[in-house]
């Protein structure tokens, strides 16, 4: 049990792997541009605009 939690862990060269695709994070931006939420009555409402 020593020896199994003693070791570094797996997913260091996994996370390291991870890079998001340029195109990923352009569209996640302007998502997030266009996106608006409004806040009425205690209610929020999404809004897309385009």
Known sequence: MQKMYSE????E???KNMVPKEET???L???SK???VI???KM???ALLN
Not at 8 to 11: A, G, H, L, V
């Open 8 to 11: 570094t862990s797996r997913m």
């Open 44 to 46: 929020k409402f999404e």
């Open 34 to 36: 266009a996106l608006s």
């Open 25 to 27: 994070i352009k569209f």
């Open 13 to 15: 060269p996994v996370i």
């Open 39 to 41: 806040d009425y009555n």
């Open 29 to 31: 931006l302007d998502y």
